[in-house]
């Protein structure tokens, strides 16, 4: 249901990639029954068009615990994409939040699309310590929608893929269970849910998250982020010189941990990145 928003660190950097589980499941093994194809990839929020987010809360990793699945409350087609799209134009434009409040969506065909994100802060659950706590998944769908077997396939990839960045997310829980009034994710997603049927039977085939590439140029939230990782510089979204001074002086001190490219912030930079966010978390 459209919902009310409400938002270990290693010691060592040596440890940064152990500690960091910096995986997430695009292609899933699973063998699907006969008479359906399965999508198995995630369109990007490039790919659906997403407004840029006003803002963006990181996850504290070691809060997450579960996974809490919710529904649109609105009828949708099949092809979820546009009505997704939807769904974001309300959550900003119409109630005033900072961007649409799912970490990620699934449509009746399965197809998989990226919301907030793996690693940012939800604002779907019904409250700061629930959005925490849980990662929102949402079905493309409403009361008058019958659940599919695409879709349900579709859940179990997601699932899979937020417990491989998140090994501790054992709870899977419908938002009716953590927020007492609302319907959400209804009777027929529920049921599954407390028997079961949502859990993924097969490990699944892991490739890597893919991390926005920041260099000189580059602006917007992002661009924050790291900013307040390297500290002692303007938090201004702007990635200018004295971003890049820093970066690259950060880089060669953390030699060769932050990547061979320096003055840009790849995969290897935002390992640090997290890892920073999670020491501030705590303070």
Not at 103 to 113: A, M
Not at 246 to 259: A, M, V, W, Y
Request: charge should be positive; charged fraction near 25%.
């Amino acid at each position: 249901m459209i919902p009310p928003i409400t938002r270990s660190a290693p010691r060592r950097v040596m440890r940064l990639s152990s500690s960091l589980r910096l995986k997430a499941l695009l292609d899933f093994s699973v063998v699907p029954p006969r008479g359906f194809k399965t999508r198995s990839k995630m369109k990007t929020r490039e790919q659906w068009k997403a407004l840029p987010p006003k803002k963006r809360i990181a996850l504290k990793p070691k809060a997450v615990k579960g996974i809490c699945i919710h529904w649109g409350g609105v009828k949708a087609p099949s092809k979820g994409e546009a009505t997704w799209r939807s769904y974001q134009n309300y959550h900003i434009n119409t109630m005033g939040w900072y961007d649409i409040a799912y970490n990620f969506g699934v449509d009746l065909n399965g197809q998989i699309y990226e919301g907030r994100g793996m690693t940012i802060e939800n604002g779907a659950n019904g409250g700061v310590f629930l959005n925490r706590q849980y990662i929102a998944v949402c079905a493309i769908m409403g009361p008058s929608n019958t659940v599919t077997p695409e879709l349900i396939e579709g859940l179990k990839k997601v699932i899979g893929m937020i417990r491989t960045h998140y090994p501790q997310a054992v709870k899977l829980k419908g938002h009716r269970e953590i927020k007492k009034a609302t319907r959400c994710p209804g009777a027929e997603l529920q049921n599954m849910i407390e028997k079961g049927l949502l859990e993924p039977r097969v490990a699944p085939t892991i490739a890597p998250v893919k991390y926005e590439i920041l260099k000189k140029g580059s602006k917007g939230v992002e661009v924050k982020r790291l900013q307040k990782a390297l500290r002692k510089i303007v938090v201004d979204g702007d990635f200018g010189p004295k971003t890049e001074r820093r970066l690259i002086r950060i880089q060669k001190e953390l030699d060769p941990h932050l990547g061979k490219t320096l003055g840009i912030c790849n995969k290897e930079t935002w390992n640090y990145v997290e890892w920073t966010e999670g020491l501030l978390s705590r303070k």
